[in-house]
């Protein structure tokens, strides 16, 4: 940081990309340009980024800007080849710097990449890896058990067993910093009142969850970051379980007893919680939130779709509650706070807005002190406790499933980041 408004950010020498073109600050500008016009880095109050020297880059914002480290490692701002990047801005090929380079791609089946000869770093031991893209859970833990797969990522949680127990595989399992929560709109009744919503989150049992659904795996969520995300994690008050706070909050709120449910003013008490099938198991949660939500009152429908309908019709009209499932560190910073509750920049579609919430995370933007800029964020998830435009349900661990001949794989925190650069396969 040269001063508050100036970041300065040195290029590592000796680096080429897959092409052969050299990594300078003049072939990476146009990779960083984009990627700070693009829609996606909106938030983030880039003025200019220019190349000083040779290696040297300057990015100007137009208001002290503490995370913008942290957004320069998201995945658009990765650098290709200024021969990848068509005059409208688009990526024509994957040109990049990595210890992999991209071969072939075959529309909804497979990639095809090999170890970059003359990479900057250690050479890849594996000489050709093949990605083949399987949505369905099952069919990628039977091609992994049956020799097809020597890898299958993301496997659902009761696939660790079936791997632990047999000889020719090998379980990883790990946390990541992904969370399952509730997304509620605050402009929808029943759930403008947050009574409402503090007895949803009373009425979910998360340790049956976690127990029953996740085997075990992963843990109750609080709050948006787990306590290891020491630096970031506030002590908060969880909502434990307990259905009779959940009833008791209904009647405070004005839903009696009718039946199996409860009405208010001649309406039943009826949600509809939405929810998408490419995150295991986000279905099957949902029906047990189903059945203890209306253990104290609720009706409650349950529509699975493409999670790109769900934000297209949350965002622009009417629902009661989601399901969803993201990563709490896809950059890493507490900034990712903003992206879930700031009134103007939030990609999450509750409504929520709080003048209290918005001052702390733009004075934790400007700020460079560490220790105020957690105060600023542990402020602002209290806060989210107590309002609740979000009901955190429970943390990830990922399963990734391996045959046993495969060597040195790490798993990352971060989904995205594989590092297949140091596994090697005994022949």
Known sequence: MVNDRTWEFTLREGVTFHDGTEVTAETVLPSLTRAFESSSMAAVPVESVEAAADRTII??????????????????????????IANDGSITEPIGTGPFQFENWEPSST????????????????????????TDDQTRRLKLENGELDMARILPNKAADTLASSPDLTAHTYKIPRARYLVFD???????????????????????????????L???????????????AAELEPYEYSPDKARRLLTEAGWEPDGDTRTRDGDTLSVSIWTYNT????????EVIQ???????????????????????????????VLWSSSVLWYPDPDRLSDLVHSETATMFSGY???????????????????????????????????LPLGWLTYYANVIGTRADVEGYQPHPIESCYHLEEVTQRR
């Open 186 to 216: 605050l402009d929808s009744a029943p759930f403008a009142d947050r009574k409402v919503r503090r007895a949803v989150m009373y009425a979910i049992d998360r340790d049956h969850i976690v127990d029953s659904l996740l085997n075990g």
């Open 279 to 286: 995150r295991p198991l986000l279905p099957t949660i949902a």
């Open 218 to 232: 992963g843990s109750k969520a609080i709050g948006p970051f787990p306590a290891d995300v020491t630096e970031w």
């Open 111 to 134: 990639i095809t990449t090999t170890a970059t000869p003359d990479y900057h770093g250690s050479t890849a031991h594996i000489e050709t890896l093949i990605y083949e893209g399987i």
């Open 291 to 321: 059945t203890q939500l209306q253990a104290v009152g609720f009706d409650v429908d349950i529509s699975v779709m493409e999670s790109s309908t769900i934000k297209e019709q949350a965002t622009n009209g009417e629902f009661d509650t």
């Open 353 to 387: 807005e709080s003048e209290a919430v918005d001052r702390h995370l733009e004075a934790a933007r400007r700020t460079a002190d560490r220790d105020e800029r957690f105060e600023r964020y542990a402020a602002v998830q209290r806060r989210m406790q107590r309002d």
């Open 59 to 84: 990015i100007q914002t137009t208001v002290p800007f503490s995370p913008l480290p942290a957004h320069c490692t998201r995945g658009i701002t990765c650098p290709v080849s200024p021969s990848a």
